[in-house]
Nanobody, 120 residues
Framework: QVQLVESGGGSVQPGGSLRLSCAAS????????MTWYRQAPGKERELVAN????????NYADSVKDRFTISRDNAENTVWLQMNSLKPEDTAVYYC?????????????WGKGTLVTVSS
């Protein structure tokens, strides 16, 4: 059974930090690129950061560059998102996504999300 389980969300004041985790199971994690998305109330889901299957390359939305860091451990089947200098506009539900081409098949999985609220 494929699972992506996000954790680490919560409420934090502006300028604070949170570390989100996404634990994967039920598929070969090391073959999948991992992406964090977020969706704020009334807005479309947007890409926050992604990392290649081997962790050698990362990519960030301009709005989070130099504040957020994505990382992964293929031995632990986990991807993290370290979020520093949080702003109210970072408030959103954060989702973990796994994606890979397995042969000719595009495989994709989603977690259920974790809520991050940044407010004073």
């Amino acid at each position: 059974q494929v699972q992506l389980v996000e954790s680490g969300g919560g409420s934090v004041q502006p300028g604070g930090s949170l570390r989100l985790s996404c634990a994967a199971s039920g598929f070969t994690f090391r073959r999948y690129a991992m992406t964090w998305y977020r969706q704020a109330p009334g807005k479309e889901r947007e890409l926050v950061a992604n990392i290649t299957s081997d962790g050698s390359s990362t990519n960030y939305a301009d709005s989070v560059k130099d504040r957020f860091t994505i990382s992964r451990d293929n031995a632990e089947n986990t991807v993290w998102l370290q979020m520093n200098s949080l702003k109210p506009e970072d408030t959103a539900v954060y989702y973990c996504n796994a994606r890979a081409m397995i042969g000719i098949l595009k495989m994709e999985y989603w977690g259920k999300g974790t809520l991050v609220t940044v407010s004073s």
